[in-house]
């Protein structure tokens, strides 16, 4: 149909096909999800307002998008062992505001990870609402391990005096001591907040540790390592519940995407499969083993290596920028992104790192003996290498492990 109707967007979409199943993405936020997930998003109910809450609709004819949203929130709970659950978040971004606004309110103080330290534009940077509704601190790195400096920490949330405290962040590839940000919260009078959005999948598969039980609130994306549907989710404490449902709707969104809360749905039913465990496994195992076939080759890797799916690469004594290496992978057939590292002396859009994520090409089958090809590719990028001769490389590891 759309290729009779639009065969200018058809094209496009085609393009966009052929593109993600010729080349990798090793771009840490982003995956592949599945086709059943998929369908779920073009399904019918992308017409649908449903604006309110289950049982509670500003419109008529929502007695599915009530059960759809039923199924989400009772899967979501279920997954992360999570007393209440809000599917209706657009992205992790809103999913943050709505906290923002829940708990903080216009004017509040909130503390949380500098941008350029690996934190999200979410947490409080300036040029973000984050930074422009609210009074926000930001606290950073050690610039020597690039790891979370906790006395830093709670000195900064003393003087400031935060109603929230972020922890997580989009480029940190640590495990984050939730039991000890809950302390500093507490001694300050805070509520702990903590953003999952990358971690989301490996946390709901227990392969890392979980917020839950020392945060008030959670937010994710659900579209990283979760390897659902594009979208943001909130994990809230019942007696705060009430106030993050007001602030999602109608404090930050108008109508929820019905549509996509049925793909949301679906991938958390998959990730309550047993499959879900042992795939989350391999994430990090192949980003442990990532890490470390880069450092034995003499690249620096901020913090030492992952606990995670992410690998941040310091490319400061290689002689080259993570904008060229960005550059030279994508005619290799890689999708990789430059990244600030810690304490980083060069500009956003060149910066000194690289970020890699193991989550996509694991779901597309890849093992142990595929990340060691890979981390041979990036190894003969970074040293300067021509990237066409890398390609039929990537090619035939794309052709043999074909998009889900
Ligand atoms: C830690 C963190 N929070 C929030 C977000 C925001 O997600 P979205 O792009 O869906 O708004 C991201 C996205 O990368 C993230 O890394």
Redesign the pocket.
């Known amino acids: 149909m759309l290729r009779t109707q639009d065969p200018e967007v058809a094209d496009w979409l085609m393009r966009e096909d052929r593109r993600q199943a010729d080349s990798l993405t090793l771009i840490a936020?982003e995956n592949h999800c599945s086709a059943a997930v998929r369908e779920a998003c073009q399904s019918r109910i992308t017409d649908k307002y449903a604006e309110g809450y289950p049982g509670r609709r500003y419109y008529g004819g929502c007695e599915v998008a009530d059960a759809i949203e039923l199924v989400a929130k009772q899967r979501a709970v279920e997954l992360f062992g999570a007393e209440e659950a809000n599917v209706q978040p657009h992205?992790?971004?809103?999913a943050?505001l709505a906290v923002l606004l829940a708990l903080a309110g216009p004017n509040g103080r909130i503390l949380g990870m500098a941008l350029k330290s690996g934190g999200?534009l979410?947490h409080g940077y300036d040029k973000s609402h984050s930074g422009m509704i609210f009074m926000a601190a930001q606290y950073g790195v050690r610039a020597d391990d690039g790891r979370i400096d906790l006395d830093e920490v709670r000195r900064l949330a003393k003087e400031h005096q935060p109603m929230v405290i972020i922890a997580?962040?989009?480029s940190y590839p640590r495990a984050i001591d939730y039991a000890a940000f809950a302390g500093i919260a507490k001694e300050v009078g805070a509520l702990l907040l903590a953003?999952i959005?990358?971690p989301a999948g490996l946390i709901a598969a227990a392969v890392m540790p979980s917020p839950i039980g020392h945060a008030d609130v959670v937010?994710m994306?659900t579209?990283?390592t979760l390897r659902g549907p594009?979208g943001?989710m909130i994990l809230a404490k019942r007696d705060i519940a009430k106030r993050i449902n007001s602030a999602v709707f109608p404090g930050a969104q108008g109508g929820p995407l019905m549509h996509q809360i049925a793909g949301k749905a679906v991938a958390f039913g998959e990730a309550l499969r047993p499959e879900f465990k042992s795939y989350q496994l391999r994430v990090k195992e192949h980003a442990a083993l990532l890490a470390g076939h880069l450092r034995e080759y003499g690249l620096d890797i901020v913090t030492g290596g992952t606990d995670s799916h992410i690998v941040l690469v310091d490319l400061r004594k290689a002689d080259v920028t993570g904008a060229q290496v960005e550059e030279r992978a994508l005619v290799a057939g890689l999708s990789v992104n430059k990244n600030a590292i810690p304490g980083d002396p060069r500009p956003p859009m060149i910066t000194s790192g690289l970020r890699l994520g193991t989550a996509a090409a694991t779901t597309r089958g890849m093992g142990c003996d595929e990340i060691r090809k890979i981390g041979d590719v990036i190894l003969g990028l970074i040293r300067g290498d021509s990237p066409a001769a890398h390609h039929p490389t990537i090619q035939a590891l794309c052709n043999a492990f074909p998009l889900p």
């Open positions: 936020s992205s992790g971004t809103t943050n999200h979410s997580g962040g989009s953003d959005a990358h937010t994306t579209h990283k594009r943001g």
